[in-house]
């Protein structure tokens, strides 16, 4: 039988490192910014083709990540991005980027 993932407890897909990997399409920039979250529309950095990414910390996390929770919870998880949303539990990407962390 399959582990069950439980990202709360992993949060390796947000520590993908910092050369702009976490994508944010222009459509969640006219959407942060029409909810009043310029804030996360500038905490950005140049991304893979073309596009821009949300910003990393040092160590390659993104600078979301982390609450007083948890310091795998997303700070912004209700307004997250479209390639966070879509991002799949368990598809052969989240087990890639659970691999490269050793778990």
Not at 16 to 32: A, C, K, Y
Not at 34 to 39: A, E, P, V
Not at 77 to 100: A, H, N, V, W
């Amino acid at each position: 039988m399959a582990e069950e993932i439980d990202c709360l407890t992993c949060g390796a897909c947000c520590r993908t490192g910092t050369d702009g990997r976490l994508l944010i399409p222009p459509e969640d920039l006219v959407r942060w910014r029409q909810i009043g979250r310029s804030d996360l529309a500038e905490a950005i950095q140049p991304g893979h083709f073309g596009m821009v990414a949300f910003a990393t910390l040092e160590d390659g996390a993104c600078v979301h990540l982390g609450t007083d929770g948890s310091p795998n919870a997303c700070q912004i998880y209700e307004i997250r991005g479209t390639t966070c949303r879509d991002f799949e539990k368990g598809s052969p990407q989240c087990l890639e980027f659970r691999r490269d962390a050793g778990l």
